[in-house]
């Protein structure tokens, strides 16, 4: 990956992060293709934005945003992050009934209104 592909996925994950009411920080390994896009399908119809990228780059745009330290040793693994605009305990819901069907998914994380759970 480029630099400047890097700096992009910063910057808008940064961008996303400051707008963002609430963030769930979920492990999403072990989960099939069909599954991935379930999950994707059940947040983009709830208005949320799913996210996975690097640790390191959800890392220095989270050092942007300021704030979020507390968030830092939790990523390891494969990381994909939910950004909750209007309801901030949306994809709580989303992901519990999830992981109830599929058994698989786990909340490494979550933020809301900036308090780190």
Do not use: W
């Not at 963030?23 to 119809?45: S, Y």
Request: with cysteine.
């Amino acid at each position: 990956m480029k630099r400047s592909e890097k700096d992009q996925i910063i910057a808008e994950v940064a961008e996303v992060a400051g707008r963002a009411h609430g963030m769930f920080f979920t492990d999403f390994g072990g989960l099939t293709v069909e599954q991935a896009t379930e999950l994707r399908r059940e947040f983009h119809k709830a208005g949320i934005e799913y996210r996975v990228a690097k640790n390191t780059l959800i890392r220095k745009a989270l050092e942007q945003v300021g704030g979020y330290d507390r968030v830092f040793d939790k990523l390891v693994g494969p990381t994909g992050v939910a950004f909750a605009y209007d309801d901030p305990v949306a994809p709580a819901k989303i992901i519990q009934k999830f992981v109830e069907k599929h058994k698989k998914l786990s909340l490494k994380v979550c933020v809301i209104e900036r308090e780190v759970y």
